[in-house]
């Protein structure tokens, strides 16, 4: 299959509902799949929930619920945000299905084959939170530094996974990037793990203590642990493998793109092509947390703010190579500046000239369009770069670029004064609006993978008026 392209997300732990933290991921891959299915590939875009594990079970016991039951009902809700957030999933796998134990048994079973499973003791930490092995190394003042809490002191017989043998290859291939993984900083994080130490892991754990998951094949008195289980989720869609593009958190980089490789060169797997890992934001300052209280439903600011300009805010916060912080206060003041006052309103400007001037039945001719595409350098430097940036999944850059030229245009506007050209009957007049036109024919196209539904709108409507068939009523594309 040539022009395929198979984009994946995390699958996300199925203990709460989702934030706006998840679906900051999930977003990103959804511009991503857009994107390359806009070049006309074969896209598949995988989502899906992590439903084992000792966290999982913990959290239905607390609400008086069967594991299964309580997957059920979160799985769920994240089902109704992806729905209302417009992301174009092709399969929403979840780790509690049939075929999916199916395929992590199968898995399994060839790493154990390969000879690359052995039976050992765990003695260490481990926290439930990230459901992870902790070296003493890793904890601040005594605690896990994502879960603010300590870790459990486990001593068990485990299965474990000889990760050594293959961290040559997998270093190898990170390095010259045929496991490419961006960005470059993330890369080199990797790179130091490796070089500093890394010791093998357990991919099974105790069943006395972790009920909840998928039996180990080789030993009933294992489960198979909740990571290994989860990864596999990749290699659903069969046909599609390997994925061109893992969209990840820096929090889980380590799993994705150091044990995740290993296991698929022990089962004889090709590696994934690339893997993008953003930055985490905090909220106010803070780590997103229910006790904090900081944390913000996606369906909350979609009700204040709508869909599109939900998925906007989101994604042009800070660019993904950082971590960021985000001001809960300043959606407001964003949702202005860019959409109401910015993009809204220079469509609103440059539409409502076109009718009240109605210089030409065709205001876009074909002559007239053909300058504006092809000769226009400030449109193909603005093209050019978003296209750069997007290839290399820098979003807050692409969005910056696409604002950056909404600018211009109104720059354009102040200087060339269309009201004054009319006014004297100038046949630059024609001109100057084929250009503006033009130029917000281009920003629409643009911006379709953000706001795929306003820039539905905006379309339709640039269409009649293309067509002459002027709208009486205004755009109003992002109310004030
Ligand atoms: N279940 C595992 C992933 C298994 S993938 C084979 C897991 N789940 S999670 O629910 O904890 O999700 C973690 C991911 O959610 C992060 O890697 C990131 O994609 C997203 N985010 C969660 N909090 C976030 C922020 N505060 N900021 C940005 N993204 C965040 O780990």
């Not at 679906?23 to 799949?33: E, R």
């Not at 912080?325 to 000239?353: C, H, P, Q, W």
Request: proline share 4%; hydrophobic share 35%; with cysteine.
């Amino acid at each position: 299959m040539k022009n395929k392209f198979y984009i994946t997300t995390p699958i996300y732990y199925a203990s709460g509902k989702p934030h706006i933290g998840h679906a900051f991921t999930t977003l990103y891959a959804d511009v991503l799949a857009r994107y390359h299915k806009s070049l006309g590939k074969e896209v598949f875009f995988l989502v899906g929930m992590d439903e084992h594990g000792a966290k999982i079970a913990e959290k239905a016991k607390q609400e008086n619920k069967s594991p299964q039951e309580f997957v059920d009902e979160i799985s769920k809700s994240y089902i109704d945000v992806w729905s209302a957030l417009n992301i174009g999933y092709s399969d929403f796998i979840r780790t509690t299905s049939q075929k999916h134990k199916e395929t992590v048994s199968e898995f399994i079973k060839k790493n154990y084959e390969s000879g690359d499973i052995y039976e050992g003791v765990y003695e260490g930490l481990y926290c439930v939170g990230c459901e992870k092995f902790l070296t003493e190394k890793e904890l601040i003042n005594g605690v896990c530094p994502d879960h603010l809490t300590a870790p459990q002191k486990i001593k068990e017989k485990n299965y474990f996974f000889n990760l050594k043998k293959h961290l040559p290859e997998i270093k190898k291939r990170i390095r010259n990037d045929e496991l490419r993984i961006r960005p470059e900083s993330r890369k080199n994080e990797i790179l130091n793990i490796i070089d500093s130490g890394i010791s093998d892991f357990s991919v099974t754990r105790e069943k006395e203590k972790v009920r909840w998951g998928i039996p180990f094949p080789y030993d009933e008195s294992q489960i198979i642990y909740v990571w290994l289980d989860a990864l596999v989720n990749y290699l659903s869609p069969k046909d599609f493998w390997p994925a061109d593009l893992h969209i990840i958190g820096a929090d889980i980089n380590k799993f994705h793109s150091i044990f995740w490789p290993g296991l698929l060169l022990s089962a004889g797997f090709p590696l994934p092509k690339n893997i993008f890992s953003h930055g985490l934001f905090t909220i106010n300052g803070q780590k997103i947390s229910k006790t904090v209280g900081n944390t913000i439903d996606p369906l909350d600011m979609i009700k204040k703010f709508g869909v599109d300009a939900t998925r906007y805010l989101l994604l042009s916060q800070f660019p993904a190579s950082e971590h960021g912080d985000i001001k809960e206060s300043e959606f407001e003041v964003k949702y202005n500046a860019d959409l109401a006052n910015g993009i809204g309103n220079l469509f609103e400007r440059v539409f409502t000239m076109l009718i009240n001037y109605r210089i030409v039945e065709h205001p876009m001719s074909h002559k007239s369009h053909k300058i504006c595409e092809s000769s226009d350098v400030e449109i193909k430097k603005t093209e050019n770069k978003y296209k750069n940036y997007i290839e290399n999944y820098q979003i807050f850059e692409a969005l910056r670029e696409v604002l950056l030229f909404a600018k211009k245009l109104d720059g354009y506007i102040t200087e060339t004064q269309p009201w004054i050209l009319a006014k004297n009957k100038d046949k630059k007049l024609e001109e100057v609006l084929n250009y503006l036109f033009c130029g917000v024919e281009k920003i629409i196209e643009w911006l379709e993978l953000f706001l795929p539904e306003k820039a539905k709108i905006a379309k339709d409507y640039a269409q009649r008026i293309k067509s002459g068939d002027y709208p009486e009523e205004k755009l109003g594309l992002f109310p004030r």
